[in-house]
């Protein structure tokens, strides 16, 4: 058993969370890492308020542990969704990009709040808002990490941040947990590994491609959805990172968007607006362009596997990733990976 500060303040048993992933992170993912002792997380992005409401319900309905959400506070639906997971007394609320104005309200029902970072002084910033935990994302990972590598940022971070911090960007089996515990952490946080677990839905043909790539495989750019971002380094990625700026996609993607998102055009076009100006953490026209066209573009990779066309958000830990094992075999096995390495470098302490 690794007992850490975020064990306990969660309330779990293991120091593992699963990323919140738009599209990979439904209902039975979260609910099989819960169940095996993690902390799953449910990312909300491709959601209305009301569908996340029923992916909450349909997770309690998978497992009693606690589980949390994912919310992109400046994106669509972000304050209509975080009324959602307080009134649904979601028992952690996982945030990024905006400022939280609804910590006391959690708090009030007993629930938690993260940040996800990737610099360290916006990890101070959020313990010093009142989060209970914090996550930190190195370079390495899927989405969106910022310059510094984990290795630089975990120990920087932790030196000023007094709650618990959960280190995401390239954590893939327990070494990996055993050197963010070693560099500060109090956890881990994995994308790119337990996307590629039997329980998760990302198409076959994409797995595989993971499962045949290194560490040199991904593109890291802001051309996948207008933040530096990290991909696969597959055909469609390649294209994306070819093409001049993609205005037919985009306008066409806008469209498709809008549909999904069942918003009226006087609503797409408020919302767009909103998210140009939402200061320090706006997103121009031309990112929210890139991101709609990156949008069409995962979907086609994630659930149709259209490895000519669609993109798929990966991490440099493809790198050490050669199975699809079940999310229980998964963390037994990097927690075990984990105890025997910090027992080991214990008994060579002398
Ligand atoms: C397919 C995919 C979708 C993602 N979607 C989100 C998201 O909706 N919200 C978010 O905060 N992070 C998102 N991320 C980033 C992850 O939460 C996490 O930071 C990252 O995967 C950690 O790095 P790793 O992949 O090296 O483990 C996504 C990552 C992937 C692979």
């Not at 890139?290 to 669609?310: H, K, P, S």
Request: charged share 20%.
């Amino acid at each position: 058993m690794i007992k850490t500060r975020m064990t306990e303040v969660f309330g779990i048993q293991h120091p593992i969370m699963l990323a919140g992933m738009n599209w990979i992170t439904d209902a039975r993912l979260v609910a099989a890492v819960c169940n095996a002792g993690g902390l799953g997380i449910f990312a909300t992005a491709r959601c209305t308020p009301e569908e996340m409401r029923e992916n909450i319900r349909e997770i309690r309905k998978l497992t009693d542990r606690p589980f949390g959400v994912n919310i992109i506070l400046i994106f669509f639906g972000g304050p209509e969704k975080i009324k959602v997971a307080i009134e649904e007394k979601v028992p952690i609320i996982n945030y990024t990009l905006g400022k939280p104005w609804f910590i006391d309200e959690v708090h009030a029902y007993g629930g938690k709040v993260m940040g996800t970072t990737a610099l360290a002084k916006h990890a101070f910033k959020a313990a010093q808002l009142g989060c209970d935990a914090v996550i930190v994302t190195g370079h390495e990972a899927a989405g969106h990490g910022a310059n510094a590598t984990s290795l630089i940022l975990i120990p920087i971070a932790a030196s000023t941040v007094k709650v618990p911090i959960i280190a995401a960007g390239g954590f893939y089996d327990g070494r990996g947990l055993a050197a963010a515990l070693a560099l500060g952490a109090d956890g881990i946080s994995m994308g790119t590994r337990l996307m590629l677990t039997k329980e998760s839905i990302l198409h076959d043909s994409f797995k595989k491609l993971c499962l045949d790539a290194t560490e040199q495989d991904t593109l890291y750019d802001t051309v996948f959805d207008g933040l530096p971002g990290r991909a696969l380094k597959s055909k469609g990625a390649k294209d994306m990172q070819k093409r001049g700026f993609p205005f037919v996609e985009a306008f066409k993607a806008a469209s498709q968007l809008r549909n999904e998102m069942k918003l009226t055009y006087p609503q797409f076009v408020a919302l767009s607006l909103k998210m140009m100006s939402a200061g320090e953490e706006s997103s121009p026209l031309w990112v929210q362009a890139r991101q709609a066209t990156g949008l069409a573009r995962f979907l086609r990779g994630i659930y149709d596997g259209d490895t000519e066309e669609g993109i798929l958000f990966a991490g440099q830990a493809i790198g050490g990733i050669h199975d699809i094992p079940t999310v229980e075999e998964l963390i037994h096995r990097v927690i075990n990976e984990a105890e025997k390495i910090l027992a080991l470098l214990n008994a060579q302490v002398h």
